[in-house]
């Protein structure tokens, strides 16, 4: 009666196992940070390396496309993926801009100030700076803040649909469906 449990417990973890819509797990990986934005650069496991350099100039990016689309992407996958490493471009480039203007200025009024200047009146200085930075900046980091939010909605929302795509795929693959729906006769 135990053996009976356990090999029916079994069967359904295959099965649940089959059905789900993640089958291979994903080793993304984080890199070092970067010496100026400070990110923390993702390489996705899922994007396919980069050909060879080509000498032909082209305006896309053809590297983000697969030359023969696999039956195991949909439409979805593929503008999920373009959208992911566009919302990190965005991220990236703005906190490189950002940090790099930041430091900068943080420079100059250091330099602005004489080599007798006492510990107190660098701290003052760079109180100011601080200040009227983050008052500069308050129009751009809320631009850049609304940009990032809309894209990452839009990311979340594409990931979700690549997940159901990828969900209903193995589904159709188990039951052995048809894209329409019917069983396919073996």
Known sequence: MLSLARQSSRLLSRSSRVLHASARSLRDLIGPPDPISHLRPIIYDDVPTPPPPSLLHHPYSLAEFDPEPSNNESAHELQWKLQRKQLDDLNQYFWLDSN???ESGKKAV?????LTASV?????????FYKHWLMQEKPRLEEYTH?????NVTVVVLAARATLDRFKRR??????LSKDGTALRK
């Open 100 to 102: 790099i203007r930041f």
């Open 110 to 114: 250091l330099e602005s100030l004489p």
């Open 120 to 128: 107190m009146d660098k701290e003052n200085a760079l109180s100011e």
């Open 147 to 151: 940009a990032y939010r809309t894209r």
């Open 171 to 176: 589904l159709a693959n188990a039951f052995n």
